[in-house]
């Protein structure tokens, strides 16, 4: 892993290189289709304006997110540009057998060479229902706890090096770094980098005892993020991958040309949350619909509690913002989610924070 593949090489006047997380939002009124669109669309403006890296978070039986398959729509960014890192935040690994991964980022990395990340969770990305039906299993908490062989299993496969005697020692993710004496010889120069996801201690940890870079979800977690952070650094031993810890985080931002309007459309967010967390998922609502909802008390406690974490406003309050939460977690990458019903102001909310960084035009 280069210095490349982590640090972006310039970012304007930011204090640390910025990213994008993409959750394929389908708003009231719209359908997945128009979402991946708008997807492909935001992805070739994060390249045009200098975002770093450019993920998408696999999610399942979730109507309003249409990113059920990281590796498909990778695949598809890929077609549609050319420089921006292309990767998932992240896959849920316990979901699915490690060579099927490999063998997803292999194939990836082979339609983009270098520009491939496989960002790793260990939590479902849904329901335990649903969650039972993709692993085929009643019992969730084993896939949670057999992550770190899980993982292990996967970095030997993305490196082709299993030992000798090991059962899938003459297993091979194909396309991927074949050893030159295994059937068609190399394959490939490069293997995606790792990352570890985590909303807790426990992926931080791991990270930092394996000397990976980690990714924390402050976005839904922020009162873990500090802990979090100081854990991983604590923790962190430097690799053949990584000479030192480096940390990103997940943030929601939402920038709109009026403050009044981007109060709205983070009260429509908090109702899509609501509606999630009390198991009734839907297509992202609009501010009408949040407007129209008589919100109980308890709801209005927890849109006061999610909305005070994200970051919203004009493009100033939220640089300014975004700026402050630097300055508390010392992160070394903010990766920015833009939650909104309609595509275009999700567009608009990055194009305003690009400017607002004085990030490069095209």
Known sequence: MSADEIRGATHGTAPVPLSVLDLVTVGAGSTATEA??????????????????????????????????????????AAHTDRIRLGSGGVMLPN????????????????APGRIDLGLGRAPGTD??????LRRSDTLTEGADDFPQQLAELTRFLDDDFPDGHP??????????VQGSSPGGVQSPHRPPLW???????SARLAGLLGLPFAFAHHFSAQNTIPALDLYRETFRPSAVLPEPYALIGVSA????????????VRATALNMIRLRTGRPGLFPDPEEAERHEFSPMEEDFVASWTGNIVHGT?????????DLHKRT???????????????????????????????TA
């Open 128 to 133: 335990g229902a649903t969650a039972a039906a």
């Open 196 to 202: 570890l996801l985590g909303s807790s201690g426990f």
């Open 168 to 177: 899938y020692r003459r297993i091979h993710a194909i396309p991927g770094p």
């Open 315 to 323: 493009a100033d309050e939220v640089r300014s913002g975004l700026d």
């Open 36 to 77: 991946l669109r708008t997807s492909v669309e935001l992805s070739r403006f994060a390249e045009s304006r200098g975002f770093h890296r450019y993920w998408v978070a696999e999610h399942h039986s979730m109507p309003g997110v249409a990113s059920s398959s990281p590796a498909v729509i990778l695949a598809h960014l």
């Open 254 to 265: 939402l920038a709109t040309d009026d403050e009044r309007e981007a109060r709205r459309q």
């Open 96 to 111: 699915h057998a490690p060579l099927v991964i490999a063998e997803q980022f292999g194939t990836l990395e082979a339609m």
């Open 330 to 360: 010392g992160a070394d990458e903010l990766m920015l989610t833009s939650h909104a019903h309609r595509g275009e102001l999700r567009l608009r909310s990055y194009e305003l924070i690009a400017d607002a960084y004085g990030l490069p």
